[in-house]
Structure formats: C-alpha cells, structure tokens
C-alpha cells in the first residue's frame, strides 16, 4: 500500500497549520499572541439574530431533518438580497440554494461538474478553495493573474488558445481573500463575454460584498445581462454579520449548476439546523443598521492598520474592501518568504499573520493580515511589529523562537 491515499496526495501540507501550531506552542508557554492570522470575525452576531434562534429552537418541529438545498423562506430572502442590492431577479426554486457556508458549496459544485483531467483557470493568489475544491476533484489547474484588470483578461485568452484540454470553469473572486483587490462592472461584463464566446463556467466569490470603504460599491456578476447564462455566484453570512460559525452560505445564478449542486448535496447533507436558517432569513429580512456598523468598525480597523504600519515604515496598500491587508514584505525581509517572515512576526513581535505562500505561490512576496481585533490590540501590535521593523532581524529567528515557530 502507498503511503497516502490517491486524493490526499495532490493536497501539499496545510501551511495555516504550521503557523496556527506555532502560535498554539508560544500560547501555552504563556505568551501574548495577537492573531491577525485567520480572517474569523471577532464581533458578536447582531442580537436580532441570535433572539430569532431562540425562538426558533423552542420549537422541537425545528429539530427533525431540513432540507439540503435550504427552506423556502431562507431562499426567497436571498433572492430578495439580491433585488435590492443589485437589482438582479433569481427565482428562488430554481436559481438559489443554500450551503453550508460558501466553501462547502464551492467545494461541492467543483466535485459536481468536473471530470478528472479538466483544466480550470485560478488566479493565483486566491482562497486555497478556489484550487484546491478542484484538485480534489481530479481536475488540474492553471494560474492567472488576480488582479481585475487587462492581466487578467489576456491571460484568460492565452489559456483557451494553449490548454489542453480546454479550460471549463474560471474562478472569480472580488472583494479577493487575500489580495482584497475590487471589480467593477466593466470587468465582469469582459468576463461574461469571454466566458460566453468560450462556454467556460464562471464561479463568482462574492463573500465580501458588504465589506468595502469608499464609493467603489462591489458589484456582482449577475448584473450583467447574460450572466445566469454562465455564471453561478457564491455568497455568505459569515463576514457580513458576523456569522462565522453558524456557516450560512449561498449559491445563485445558473440554472444548470444550481440543479448540479442541488443534487450533489442532497447524496450528502440534509442542510443546517433549521433554526439556523431561520435565524439566517431573519437577517436577511430584518434591520440592515448592523450591516453598516460593520463596515464601520472595519474601515476605523484598517485605518488604525494601515497608518500605524506606514508609520513603522512598513508600506502597505489601503485596502478599498475586505477584512484584509495583503502586505508585501519589506524589502530587508523579502529573502526570507512569507512563511519564514511569518514565523519571526510570530516569535519575535508575538504578532501572527497569514503566509501569502498558503494562497498559491504568487503569494509568497506578502503576508495577509485580518482586521480580527479591536484597535486596542491593533496599536499593541503594531508597537511590537515597529519593534521587530527597526531591530535587526532579517537573519534566521534565535534558536528558542525558531523551534517555537517550527
């Protein structure tokens, strides 16, 4: 027998974990770690919300099986978050389906269309589940650049004109995880057309639609006419409010798709725990105040953020959206790579943040760091990360902080 399974092959070890193994060792040595390192919303789910569980619970109707592609009114909701946000029409029955989070639906909808041996375009950096549903799914995957721009388009051209076999899904993902880039409108309608003219499926990751700082709003693919022809797009409740752990997700879009993972889950769950769903509809439906108050706590985050690593010398991009910076290594660093950098980020500033080089290789020049803690926490990890900055570090971490940090 070979030592691993032939799935378990094609996935290289989880660098999250050896950074999360890391701060979990300097923790339980009684170290202070302030972790910018998972993007895991640190405020409470907005008290209207959590009430409509409650209630939702005591009710022991609520406690049988739901249904895999998600309740009526949790459907209807979203196709109504959809209308008055984009001004895009879904019909719940047909083009709607909630997931257990979006990665799982990502996940499923990979293993649903895919034959082994497909090519699908990734940009690269991207969300490890943008590749990785796919590769699991046995097909092989081609970078392309993530930036929403002319980069992108041509390397789009240049791969259905030079893969084989032709490319027959394309992910997409802005507000990105962990670049934080935005599209706008004028870009998806390229996408659109080009994923038309070639009948290549589009996967849009919307997760972070409400996470953005000026007057740049992000769109959504579906907007554009032709769309639901090609593209299916994923959506969450975990960042917008606050909802992480409740994994709430949705797909819309594509007919044909939606059908694809409607059936694919229903071989594989029976949906979330059905107070959980009307607890989600609630917020759907309900007061939208806390949505704006977390994009306010977000942006003062960022500001906090980014002024105080400018000030440490450390120059990093304002991000327009999302819950991340997507910081390049200082130049005296840049040697070293992210994960390295990560770990004396960790061992030396008791500061965690993401290595790029877990988002695809392209990421290995930066460190995403999430707006996970309070600006409190923030500035003391930025005193310590001006510390870092300005002392000589840029050789290998002490022996006592190297091994803490392997």
């Known amino acids: 027998m070979t030592d691993e399974f032939h799935r378990i092959r ?4 989880y660098v999250f974990a050896e950074v999360n193994a890391a701060k979990a060792r300097a923790r339980a040595a009684g170290e202070d770690i302030i972790d910018l390192g998972m993007g895991n919303p640190d405020s409470a789910t907005p008290p209207h919300i959590v009430a409509k ?10 406690h049988r099986y739901s249904t895999s592609k998600g309740i009526p009114g949790l459907r209807r909701a979203l ?33 649903a269309i895919t034959s ?52 027959t899904a394309l992910i997409v993902n802005f507000p990105s995880n962990p670049t934080a880039y935005l599209a706008d409108l004028d870009f998806y309608r390229e996408i659109v057309a080009f994923a038309r003219r070639h009948e290549v499926w ?46 709430m997700g949705f797909a819309a ?17 029976y949906g979330a725990f059905t107070p959980i769903q009307v607890a989600a509809t609630a917020a759907l439906n309900g007061p939208q105040d806390c ?16 002024r105080g690593l400018h000030a440490a010398g450390w120059d990093v991009p304002v991000p327009d959206g999302s819950m991340f910076a997507w910081a390049p290594i200082p130049p005296r660093f840049a040697h070293l790579g992210s994960l390295e950098f990560s770990k004396q980020l960790l061992a030396r500033a008791r500061v965690a943040v993401a290595p790029g080089i877990g988002f695809g290789e392209h990421g290995d020049g930066h ?38 940090a392997r």
């Open 79 to 111: 196709a109504g978050y959809y209308r008055r946000r984009f001004d895009v029409a879904l019909d719940p029955e047909s083009e709607v389906i909630a997931t257990l989070g979006s990665k799982e639906g990502l996940a499923n909808l990979a293993a």
């Open 291 to 306: 949505v704006a108050e977390m994009r306010t706590l977000y942006r003062e985050r960022r500001d906090v953020l980014i």
């Open 367 to 404: 460190v995403r760091i999430a707006l996970v803690e309070n600006t409190h926490r923030l500035r003391q990890a930025l005193r310590n990360i001006r510390g870092f900055l300005q002392a000589d570090n840029a050789g290998p971490a002490e022996p006592a902080f190297a091994e803490a």
């Open 116 to 167: 082994p041996g497909d090519t699908i375009l990734v940009p690269n950096p991207s969300y490890p589940i943008h590749q990785f549903g796919f590769i699991i799914a046995g097909a092989a995957v081609r970078s392309v650049p993530a930036t929403p721009d002319d980069d992108m388009l041509r390397a789009l051209d240049r791969a259905v004109r030079h893969s084989v076999p032709k490319p």
């Open 253 to 269: 879009g594509n007919r044909r798709l939606i059908t694809a993972l409607a059936r694919m889950k229903s071989y594989l769950d």
């Open 53 to 62: 569980l409650v209630e939702a619970v005591q009710d022991p109707r609520t």
């Open 202 to 247: 589009v996967m849009s990751d919307l997760a972070y639609a409400e996470i953005y700082f000026g007057d740049k709003v992000p769109p959504s693919i579906l907007q554009v006419e032709g769309a639901k022809d090609i593209a299916v797009e994923f959506t969450s409740l975990s960042k917008t409010y606050s909802m992480p752990g409740w994994r």
């Open 10 to 13: 094609r996935l290289p070890p």
